[in-house]
């Protein structure tokens, strides 16, 4: 089963608007981390917002914020007031278990801002 | 802090050379990983490194590769009699030892495509 999945390809927005890229994860593990990153043309990977399977609070980070439903194993992204400087590929990533490192990543979400 | 480093950039060969690529992790990070990108997925772990001792390894990592940090700053990641599969992203990144510990910073990333 994969560990991360994003179920939108691609994504196409007005400027301004609000948009929530979405992200389920699998884990039987009670201690896990969540995080998004953004990959613009270049190929940086640049990382934008984590969550902790602790938190209680969603985290938010400017204009990100992910919505953590913990019960539903979901982790959306949302992204206010686009701008057209967000046009890239999104991935989300998953730490999981206790002293782990590696992150899996989903197959990522192409975001695509119309002027 | 100047961010992750990676070099070269791109990197032309033909199949059956060997290839060796450097990353500078971000000053003070403890922590250095390796990932591959393939054209339309997500990154894959391929091991990380607490200061010089390598740590984990994923099945990925065939015996044609090898990473080293031998001083615990900079890692190198060697891949030998290169096969055409080995065309991908490879991505370097590092997390610090203190504050954000959980989150993975990452380079540039070094194209390699295999001739």
């Known amino acids: 089963a994969q560990k991360i999945t994003q179920t939108q390809p691609g994504m196409f927005v007005q400027e301004k608007e609000a948009v929530t890229l979405d992200c389920t994860y699998d884990t039987s593990d009670q201690s896990y981390g969540l995080f998004w990153y953004k990959q613009p043309s270049s190929g940086e990977m640049i990382f934008l917002i984590y969550q902790g399977s602790y938190d209680e609070q969603n985290a938010t980070e400017g204009r990100y914020s992910l919505n953590f439903q913990k019960a539903r194993k979901s982790a959306n992204l949302v992204i206010s007031a686009s701008q057209l400087g967000d046009s890239a590929m999104y991935f989300c990533a998953m730490r999981e278990g206790e002293g782990a490192q590696k992150l899996v990543f989903g197959q990522g979400t192409r975001l695509t801002i119309n002027p | 802090d100047t961010g992750v480093s990676q070099n070269p950039r791109h990197k032309i060969t033909k199949r059956g050379q060997n290839v060796t690529f450097r990353c500078d992790p971000i000053?003070?990070?403890?922590?250095l990983y390796w990932y591959r990108q393939t054209l339309g997925q997500g990154p894959e772990f391929l091991t990380y490194f607490q200061n010089e001792a390598q740590l984990e390894k994923s099945r990925l990592l065939s015996d044609r590769f090898s990473a080293e940090r031998p001083k615990g700053s900079f890692s190198t990641l060697e891949i030998q009699r290169t096969e055409q599969g080995d065309s991908a992203m490879y991505l370097c990144?590092?997390?610090?030892?203190?504050?954000?510990?959980?989150?993975?910073?990452f380079g540039p990333g070094t194209r390699l495509t295999v001739l």
């Open positions: 000053s003070e990070h403890n922590r």
């Open positions: 990144a590092s997390s610090p030892r203190t504050g954000m510990t959980d989150t993975q910073y």
